[in-house]
């Protein structure tokens, strides 16, 4: 929640308050040891990263570098940039009118420190709120030095400066942050020329402009991301630059199958309800396409994959229930399939897998599926609704199938209490959740090979 901005409005006002100019790192220091001493947490919403990235980031900005965040896509890089900006006062005091946003105490450019002299306490303070001290670049290969740096402004000069009146220069987007965070994201991609004109900024914190030097007294903190050279292709971090960056941090996946639920809970905007043992193997289905061999590793399966794998099988358990008049929309096993026909082009297969991905993305699921089934069923013992099965009954099931249909063909076991054993393994309480969780079960004891299944025209039957 954001609070009001105080209601200093001069530079008198400002110093009789006892306010104390810090330097961007200094600040960014100093909340981050201040929340880490409270227990707060500095990066919310940042899943798999607490025992390896964090704690270099961490150092890093102790330690007042520019970072930049190498990994392959959908690792959270931009997410993890993002969060920087909490780190920030929530609001700080910036000469109204100062197209840098500089400090009343501080002024850098020629207009700003003719004004305060000219001024003095009566210089007007407005306040900037820590949202808009954070910018962010795409790094395109049309991107000029004019964007990041400046330019000179002709509208100025044909107002009657001169070329040489520091005034007639347009800022770009790094002095624009002064006193802010810079993002650069996928900085390879920017052309090695462009990159060029970072390095002063960097280290000497100066811009150059046209051949105008221009000593500003620059106070912004560059990171960036990158992906891994050897993928890309596109291009790469010149040497120079990647040496001002003080730290290159490695990002990585979720090294665990809970990390990566716990990602997709956050991340998926779901319109219909999807059971945690679904999500769990959408995790376990990402992961094995992540150690698969005929998967293209160097491009990586994002996080991303998952996400939009939960979002699909949400929306075909919208789509069945409205078209089946069901009174809850709850996604079954059954709907993982709807995932897999829409995200393969999502994954980059080995040049010698041509023609084989649906088979390859079928076998993974199938183990995805497998291995959860183990895990939350385990053990139970399902020999009568084996038995069943192969003395005839049949149970069928589909994307456009109803869950009370599917609970109806659900085979009477007299007294076993299986189908309830396993809604209470799967916390399923609602016919919906139910019938997911006995297909779950099915699917279960057709990889064990105990029954058959054959799968046409949209449904599947159970045998």
Do not use: C
Not at 85 to 103: A, F, M, N, R
Not at 212 to 236: F, I
Request: glycine share 8%.
């Amino acid at each position: 929640m954001t609070t009001p901005p105080p209601a200093i409005v001069t530079t008198g006002q400002l110093r009789a308050s006892g306010h104390v100019h810090r330097p961007l790192r200094l600040e960014i220091r100093e909340n981050l040891l201040a929340a880490l001493a409270e227990g707060r947490d500095p990066w919310p919403g940042i899943h798999g990263f607490d025992d390896t990235v964090i704690p270099q980031l961490e150092r890093a900005l102790l330690a007042g570098h520019d970072v930049v965040l190498l990994g392959e896509r959908g690792q959270g890089k931009t997410r993890l940039l993002r969060s920087l900006g909490g780190l920030l006062d929530e609001w700080t005091p910036v000469i109204d009118g100062s197209e840098l946003g500089e400090h009343p105490f501080h002024p850098i450019t020629p207009a700003s420190i003719r004004r305060a002299a000219e001024l003095g306490d009566d210089l007007p303070v407005a306040w900037r709120h820590r949202s808009e001290r954070y910018a962010e670049k795409l790094a395109t290969p049309d991107t000029s030095v004019a964007d990041l740096i400046g330019d000179v402004d002709p509208i100025r000069v044909a107002e009657g400066r001169s070329l040489g009146d520091p005034e007639t220069i347009h800022y770009g987007l790094v002095p624009r942050s002064h006193r802010g965070i810079v993002a650069i994201n996928e900085l390879p991609d920017l052309a090695e020329r462009i990159q060029v004109s970072l390095l002063n900024v960097m280290e000497e914190r100066d811009i150059q402009i046209r051949g105008y030097v221009l000593r500003l007294d620059l106070d912004v903190l560059v990171v960036a991301t990158a992906n891994p050279e050897d993928y890309t292709n596109r291009g790469r971090i010149i040497t120079p630059l990647q040496d001002r960056f003080g730290a290159e941090i490695r990002t990585h996946y979720p090294q665990t199958i809970e990390e990566e639920v716990d990602i997709i809970r956050q991340e998926a905007d779901l319109v219909a309800d999807v059971p945690a043992h679904l999500l769990e193997i959408l995790a376990r289905f990402t992961r094995n396409l992540r150690e698969s061999d005929a998967v293209d590793q160097r491009a990586g399966v994002s996080a991303r994959f998952a996400i939009a794998g939960a979002e699909t099988i949400a929306a075909a358990a919208l789509h069945r229930a409205t078209r089946q008049h069901e009174p809850e929309a709850v996604a079954r096993p059954v709907d993982l399939e709807t995932a897999v026909e829409v995200l393969g082009g999502k994954i980059e297969f080995e040049t010698g897998e041509e023609g084989r991905e649906r088979a390859i993305l079928d076998h993974l699921l199938r183990t995805a599926v497998a291995a959860t089934a183990r895990a939350h069923l385990g053990g139970l013992d399902a020999r009568l609704l084996v038995e069943a099965l192969t003395e005839g009954a049949t149970v069928a099931t589909g994307e456009q199938v109803a869950a009370a249909d599917v609970l109806a063909a659900m085979p009477v076991l007299g007294e076993s209490d299986l189908y309830d054993e396993v809604a209470a393994r799967l916390g399923a309480r609602t016919p919906g959740e139910r019938a997911g969780a006995l297909e779950l079960l099915l699917e279960e004891l057709y990889l064990e090979r105990h029954i058959g299944k054959e799968s046409a025209g949209g449904e599947t039957v159970y045998g």
